[in-house]
């Protein structure tokens, strides 16, 4: 068994796919209407795995969704958490693109963490083992 596909709730689709492929550097994989109401069955991976787990951006319409997130936002709980080889550097990389950190790169043990906002409504983590 292995994981094939993951999801973040976003606002605004569109949106997110910019964010996700120009700023964070995935690649759109599946982009597929669904429904009369605009939503898209839309996915990105990442580039060094374009055969590996799909992140559906998932649309942020069901009742449930918008107390699940702030919750989680406000206790400053990632939604997502993407694997780096360098945090400082994937750190500086984005913020140098107008990311904005919610929490700056810390070691916890093996593992280095930073936490960013993806302006879709949560709180993402890159980590790197060391």
């Keep these: 068994m292995k994981i094939n596909l993951t999801s973040v709730f976003v606002d605004d689709q569109a949106h997110a796919l910019r964010f996700y492929t120009e700023t964070l550097g995935f690649l759109k994989k599946h982009d597929v209407p669904v429904g009369a109401g605009g939503d898209r069955w839309l996915t990105v991976v990442s580039p060094e795995a374009p055969d590996g787990t799909e992140l559906l951006l998932e649309p942020s319409g069901h009742p449930a969704v918008a107390p699940y997130r702030t919750a989680l936002a406000q206790d400053g709980i990632p939604a997502a958490s993407f694997a780096v080889d360098d945090v400082r550097a994937e750190h500086d990389r984005l ?17 280095t963490t930073a936490v960013l906002d993806d302006t879709c409504g949560n709180l993402i983590q890159i980590m790197q083992v060391r």
Excluded: D, K, Y
């Design 95 to 111: 913020r140098s693109l107008g990311v904005h950190f919610t929490q700056e790169p810390m070691e916890m043990g093996a593992v």
